[in-house]
């Protein structure tokens, strides 16, 4: 859905759709500016003193439009499981959470004077701004990576990507029958190799040090060289082609997908949080 | 003889296939090699893997150099099964299954299939596998982790500890410090631990109670019933400010509406001057029988001072009152002191400094420091003591016995009558002997007569010589009159009184001066003493003098909120913001020192 979005915004006001972003030119930017912009200059206009903090009447102000705003953007996930057009279309809610999780940035550094600590109140504060700063990776990959996404795939579907190595495996399983059990074991270790093997740190850094299949590309290529083992390596190196594709894929995918699994936990650690700031200010009032 | 075998394999949709072979002899080959009797293209397998023999009741089997089988279970490199009861042998992935076969029979039937895929094989099913979600835990799950332990440590866990907390216990970590929104002032910050010292009570605002139990000595800034009259009417959106927080319980007017907390390890805040001006710049109109003038600011608005002046005598009790300088009032401390003699550059007073300079240290003429001192704390001035402070020239000598400097008693007009009388007869002739008790008088006796004629003359002059003294002493010129009010006794009578005498020590009651921090400053720029006359001249600055440094909250040289000279707790000490800015200050409880007769000597 976000993808969409980011993509079209490229097509420009000619195209018949536009992006969230420029959802009816920018209108909740405009929005979100303006109620920046209007926090800031009550922030500047307030005399508290001997400083500010949420306690003043300008704290408690921001702090409940920000507890407010926070609540609305995590309506977002159940307002997506229903589709609508119009002014009130997921488009423009998107539009809507965007810009105004951004105001909510100068919101929440506002109601809390700039005073930080080891404390539940600026934990909250943190929680909700990991919220923000995941939600704004999230936006950024998504303008950038679906282009590197589908270059990487070269028109092949992901059941192409995975058919690929499949039929090498065969191929592979074939071309080593004459070979000896050493150099059958090695075959057996490519084919061993699955390629959605590794952790997220290895999806995320694209690094597969332990491969199977590289490891039985060094190996073979160090056997004697016969028309057996030399159709074998040309088998591997193929191999090795077609798992970079579906591990470059792997990786895209993983930093196009990782955004979320921040976004939304935290969101509900950041309510808890916030539940409990709100809480203790009252419970020692 | 021979092997009979029946490879199974089986279809897409699962359908078995069986494929029958027949091997001759009783020898059967099983690998990877083509040629094999039993060709197995699992690549686990070595190219001649294993040889079985067929004996007379049991099938031997040997595996190739380096591999290994598994029989019943059971790695091996060779081993037999009983022809009647068969068994299976496991190679790769294959199972080879011979079935019992009776001694005498003429072939061993054998079931040869593929029971696992010997790799690993991809399906359509890892297509769900692109997706990140297939290595990360559940978003759902990730969110309840996360809650219920936010929920537990910062929440649960702190209220759990405060229900349960032991008076004694708080030592250790306190989970509610996990709160604490802003450390405590340096005064509080031993309450860090114990946040029930002033949240008394959950969901309950900090109430004033809580304050006192501490500042038990605090006490209200004025009726409250007045300060409540006192308060500027709050219109619109003060008027909705002032619903909101009583809605929330904050009633107005506690301790920490300007003592406000956990602002920071720092000294306490200063309260900001508005809180005084609120009331008190329209404070007539509120308060009508209010006695205090309007003030909002010491730059542009705020009353002529109103020192506490000794403004008469009532018999021997000083009565003090407050009056504005604007009228110009006089002092009277029954003493007769000319400052702008003593300070003048020339004349008697200047050359009895120059003479005993040796002596005293004096100037070239007199400065106000010769004679007055200041309290220890340097805030104000001692009363001014005669013997030390005026008796370096204003000698009381009146004799001299051997080296020894005999002087009148000061502060006891009796004794200096006795001392005086006491004086005189001192120089009366001792008794003649002709006139001795026991000297019997002759008529004729002309030496006798003489001696007590002069005798008799001698006493008469002392008893006059005396009295001229002692009334010199009290009379203008004399040692008494040229400072003191001396009442004179009816005629005959030496019972002289001397008017008592006393200073203020403060004058200023309600706000608070310390000379200290103006010691850079000369003297005569605030009191105009080299221009003063009379004793009675109040030489106090007006509000014009002070305002030429001091400005209001943000403006002048040296800008003075109220709080710099007043306490809002109305206590006559030093204000406490200047307690907090560490100038240290001795209260001074008294206002005024009545000067006593006293032991000679003694200084306090």
């Given at each position: 859905?976000?993808?969409?979005?980011?993509?079209?915004t490229?097509?420009?006001?000619?195209?018949?759709?536009?992006?969230f972003?420029?959802h009816?030119?920018?209108?909740?930017?405009?929005v979100?500016?303006l109620?920046?912009?209007?926090?800031?200059?009550?922030?500047?206009?307030?005399?508290?003193?001997?400083?500010?903090?949420?306690?003043?009447?300008?704290?408690?102000?921001?702090?409940?439009?920000?507890?407010?705003?926070i609540?609305?953007?995590?309506m977002?996930?159940v307002?997506?499981?229903?589709?609508?057009?119009?002014?009130?279309?997921?488009k423009?809610?998107?539009?809507?959470?965007?810009y105004?999780?951004?105001a909510l940035v100068?919101?929440?550094?506002?109601?809390?004077?700039?005073?930080?600590?080891?404390?539940?109140?600026?934990?909250?504060?943190?929680?909700?701004?990991?919220?923000?700063?995941?939600?704004?990776?999230?936006?950024?990959?998504y303008?950038?990576l679906?282009?590197?996404?589908?270059?990487n795939?070269?028109?092949?579907?992901?059941?192409?990507?995975?058919?690929?190595?499949?039929?090498?495996d065969q191929?592979?399983q074939?071309?080593?029958?004459?070979?000896?059990?050493?150099e059958?074991?090695?075959?057996?270790?490519?084919?061993?190799?699955?390629?959605?093997?590794g952790?997220?740190?290895?999806?995320?850094?694209?690094n597969?040090?332990?491969?199977?299949?590289a490891a039985?590309?060094?190996a073979?290529?160090a056997?004697?060289a016969?028309?057996?083992?030399?159709?074998?390596?040309?088998l591997?190196?193929?191999k090795?082609a077609?798992?970079?594709r579906?591990?470059?894929?792997?990786?895209?995918?993983?930093?196009?997908?990782?955004?979320?699994?921040?976004?939304?936990?935290?969101?509900?650690?950041t309510i808890?949080?916030?539940?409990a700031?709100?809480?203790?200010?009252?419970?020692?009032? | 003889?021979?092997f009979l075998l029946?490879?199974v394999s089986?279809?897409?949709?699962?359908r078995?296939?069986v494929?029958?072979?027949r091997?001759?002899?009783?020898?059967?080959?099983?690998?990877?090699?083509?040629?094999?009797?039993?060709?197995?293209?699992d690549?686990?397998?070595?190219?001649?893997?294993?040889?079985?023999?067929r004996?007379?009741?049991?099938?031997?089997?040997?595996?190739?150099t380096?591999?290994?089988i598994?029989?019943?279970g059971?790695?091996?490199?060779?081993?037999?099964?009983?022809?009647?009861t068969?068994?299976?042998i496991?190679?790769?992935?294959?199972?080879?299954?011979?079935?019992?076969?009776a001694?005498?029979?003429?072939?061993?039937?054998v079931?040869?299939?593929?029971?696992?895929e010997?790799?690993a094989?991809?399906?359509?099913a890892?297509e769900?596998?692109?997706?990140v979600?297939?290595?990360?835990?559940?978003?759902?799950?990730?969110?309840?982790?996360?809650v219920?332990l936010?929920?537990?440590?910062?929440?649960?866990?702190?209220?759990?500890?405060?229900?349960?907390?032991?008076?004694?216990?708080?030592?250790?970590?306190?989970?509610?410090r996990?709160w604490?929104?802003?450390?405590?002032?340096?005064?509080h910050?031993?309450?860090?631990r114990?946040c029930?010292?002033?949240?008394?009570?959950?969901?309950?605002s900090?109430?004033?109670?809580?304050?006192?139990?501490?500042?038990?000595?605090?006490?209200?800034?004025?009726?409250r019933?007045?300060?409540?009259?006192?308060?500027?009417?709050?219109?619109?959106?003060?008027?909705?400010?002032?619903?909101v927080?009583?809605?929330?319980?904050?009633?107005?007017?506690?301790?920490v509406?300007c003592?406000?907390?956990?602002e920071?390890?720092?000294?306490?805040?200063?309260?900001?001057?508005?809180?005084?001006?609120?009331?008190?710049?329209?404070?007539r109109?509120?308060?009508?029988?209010?006695?205090?003038?309007?003030?909002?600011?010491?730059?542009?608005?705020?009353p002529?001072?109103?020192?506490?002046?000794?403004?008469?005598?009532?018999?021997e009790?000083?009565?003090?009152?407050r009056?504005?300088l604007?009228?110009?009032?006089?002092?009277?401390s029954?003493?007769?002191?000319?400052?702008?003699?003593?300070l003048?550059?020339?004349?008697?007073?200047a050359?009895?400094?120059?003479?005993?300079?040796?002596?005293?240290?004096?100037?070239?003429?007199l400065?106000?420091?010769?004679?007055?001192?200041?309290?220890?704390?340097?805030?104000?001035?001692?009363?001014?003591d005669?013997?030390?402070d005026?008796?370096?020239?204003?000698?009381?000598?009146?004799?001299?016995?051997?080296?020894?400097?005999?002087?009148l008693?000061?502060?006891?007009?009796e004794?200096?009558?006795?001392d005086?009388?006491?004086?005189h007869r001192?120089?009366?002739p001792?008794?003649?002997?002709?006139?001795?008790?026991?000297?019997?008088?002759?008529?004729?006796d002309?030496m006798?007569?003489?001696?007590?004629?002069?005798?008799?003359q001698?006493?008469a002059?002392?008893?006059?010589?005396?009295?001229?003294a002692?009334?010199?002493?009290?009379?203008?010129?004399?040692?008494?009159?040229?400072?003191?009010q001396?009442?004179?006794?009816?005629?005959?009578s030496?019972?002289?009184?001397?008017r008592p005498v006393?200073?203020?020590?403060?004058?200023?009651?309600?706000?608070?001066?310390?000379?200290?921090?103006?010691?850079?400053?000369?003297?005569?720029?605030?009191h105009?003493?080299?221009?003063?006359?009379?004793?009675?001249?109040?030489?106090?600055?007006?509000?014009e003098?002070?305002?030429?440094?001091?400005?209001?909250?943000?403006?002048?040289?040296?800008?003075?909120?109220?709080?710099?000279?007043?306490?809002?707790h109305?206590?006559?000490?030093?204000p406490?913001?200047?307690l907090?800015?560490?100038?240290?200050?001795?209260r001074?409880?008294?206002?005024?020192?009545?000067?006593?007769?006293?032991?000679?000597?003694g200084?306090?």
């Open positions: 859905m976000a993808s969409r979005g980011a993509e079209r490229r097509l420009g006001s000619g195209g018949s759709h536009e992006g972003l420029r009816r030119r920018f209108r909740w930017l405009k979100a500016l109620l920046s912009l209007a926090a800031a200059v009550a922030y500047a206009a307030t005399d508290v003193q001997p400083r500010h903090n949420g306690g003043s009447w300008l704290g408690y102000a921001l702090g409940t439009i920000g507890a407010l705003l609540l609305w953007l995590t977002l996930g307002r997506k499981r229903a589709m609508t057009r119009g002014r009130w279309s997921l423009a809610w998107t539009s809507a959470h965007v105004l999780g951004l100068v919101i929440a550094t506002l109601h809390t004077g700039f005073q930080f600590g080891w404390n539940v109140h600026t934990l909250a504060y943190a929680l909700m701004m990991v919220v923000v700063l995941s939600g704004i990776y999230g936006i950024s990959v303008a950038t679906p282009d590197e996404l589908s270059d795939r070269a028109e092949m579907t992901r059941p192409q990507m995975i058919d690929a190595v499949v039929k090498i191929q592979l074939a071309a080593a029958q004459p070979l000896d059990e050493e059958a074991g090695i075959v057996r270790l490519s084919l061993a190799e699955d390629p959605f093997r952790s997220l740190v290895r999806r995320l850094s694209g597969y040090s332990n491969c199977r299949n039985a590309l060094r073979m290529r056997r004697p016969t028309p057996e083992t030399a159709r074998v390596v040309d591997l190196e193929r090795a077609a798992l970079g579906i591990r470059r894929h792997l990786r895209i995918r993983a930093l196009l997908e990782i955004w979320l699994f921040v976004h939304v936990p935290v969101t509900f650690a808890a949080a916030l539940t700031h709100v809480v203790s200010v009252f419970f020692y009032w | 003889m021979a029946r490879t089986r279809s897409a949709e699962g078995e296939i494929r029958t072979a091997v001759e002899g009783e020898r059967l080959t099983v690998g990877r090699d083509p040629a094999s009797d039993v060709h197995l293209t690549l686990a397998v070595a190219l001649r893997h294993a040889e079985i023999l004996t007379a009741d049991r099938l031997e089997i040997a595996a190739g380096g591999v290994s598994e029989l019943d059971r790695k091996a490199a060779r081993g037999a099964l009983p022809l009647g068969g068994g299976d496991r190679i790769g992935s294959h199972i080879l299954r011979f079935l019992p076969t001694a005498g029979a003429a072939d061993v039937e079931a040869v299939e593929r029971v696992t010997g790799e094989q991809l399906g359509k890892d769900r596998r692109f997706s979600a297939s290595v990360m835990p559940g978003k759902r799950p990730l969110a309840w982790i996360l219920l936010v929920l537990g440590v910062f929440l649960a866990w702190p209220i759990w500890t405060v229900q349960h907390r032991r008076q004694d216990a708080a030592r250790g970590f306190q989970p509610d996990m604490l929104s802003g450390h405590l002032s340096q005064v910050s031993s309450l860090e114990d029930a010292a002033c949240h008394v009570t959950p969901f309950v900090v109430r004033d109670e809580a304050c006192q139990t501490c500042h038990v000595r605090v006490h209200d800034h004025a009726d019933a007045r300060l409540a009259r006192a308060r500027p009417g709050v219109e619109g959106w003060g008027r909705f400010q002032l619903a927080q009583e809605t929330f319980g904050l009633t107005p007017g506690r301790c509406d003592h406000t907390e956990h920071g390890p720092q000294e306490m805040a200063p309260t900001p001057q508005r809180f005084c001006a609120d009331c008190h710049s329209g404070l109109e509120r308060l009508p029988d209010t006695r205090l003038g309007d003030a909002g600011d010491f730059a542009t608005a705020h002529e001072f109103q020192p506490s002046v000794l403004i008469r005598w009532d018999a009790v000083p009565v003090m009152q009056v504005s604007a009228g110009r009032p006089s002092e009277n029954n003493l007769r002191f000319p400052h702008a003699l003593h003048a550059r020339d004349g008697g007073v050359q009895m400094g120059r003479r005993l300079r040796g002596q005293f240290g004096f100037g070239d003429s400065a106000c420091a010769d004679c007055h001192v200041p309290t220890p704390d340097g805030t104000r001035f001692q009363p001014v005669m013997e030390a005026c008796g370096m020239c204003h000698s009381l000598a009146f004799d001299r016995v051997g080296g020894t400097v005999r002087t008693r000061h502060g006891s007009p004794q200096v009558v006795a005086l009388r006491e004086y001192g120089r009366v001792p008794r003649p002997s002709v006139l001795g008790p026991d000297a019997r008088r002759r008529p004729g002309v006798q007569i003489r001696s007590a004629i002069q005798y008799a001698a006493l002059g002392s008893g006059s010589a005396a009295d001229r002692i009334r010199a002493v009290f009379s203008p010129g004399g040692a008494c009159w040229d400072c003191h001396v009442q004179i006794p009816p005629l005959g030496s019972a002289y009184r001397i006393a200073f203020p020590t403060r004058y200023m009651l309600h706000g608070w001066f310390d000379h200290a921090p103006h010691r850079q400053t000369d003297c005569a720029t605030c105009g003493a080299e221009r003063s006359r009379s004793a009675n001249d109040l030489l106090l600055p007006r509000l003098t002070c305002r030429t440094c001091h400005g209001g909250e943000s403006s002048g040289e040296v800008p003075s909120t109220c709080a710099m000279c007043h306490d809002y109305a206590d006559e000490g030093v406490a913001m200047l907090r800015q560490r100038v240290r200050g001795r001074w409880e008294r206002t005024t020192i009545q000067v006593r007769p006293e032991p000679a000597g200084r306090r």
